[in-house]
């Protein structure tokens, strides 16, 4: 399940609107996948910075992809080798 969250989350990386977090976790409670368990796979993604959001501070950011993120999902979806 966890592979499949990652998956959709990196399919959507390519979208030239903004991610926002909330509605990105709706969308995937939507698909079925549990409200918990998303929540905690995009907070393991970013403590692996490979993806950045807002916090409590900073309210509104949208969800992007670091450099790191990039590269690493780039390869996962066989785009660069």
């Given at each position: 399940?966890?592979?499949?969250?990652?998956k959709e989350i990196t399919?959507?990386?390519k979208e030239t609107r903004p991610i926002?977090?909330?509605r990105e976790v709706r969308?995937?409670?939507d698909e079925n996948y549990?409200?918990?368990t998303t929540?905690?796979?995009i907070q393991r993604?970013?403590?692996?910075n490979l993806i950045d959001f807002g916090n409590q501070n900073?309210?509104?950011k949208s969800l992007f992809f670091t450099n790191l993120g990039k590269t690493f999902f780039e390869i996962l979806r066989g785009e660069l080798s």
């Open positions: 399940m966890e592979i499949a969250i990652v399919a959507h990386g926002l977090l909330p969308r995937l409670v549990p409200e918990s929540k905690c796979i993604l970013k403590q692996f900073c309210k509104g």
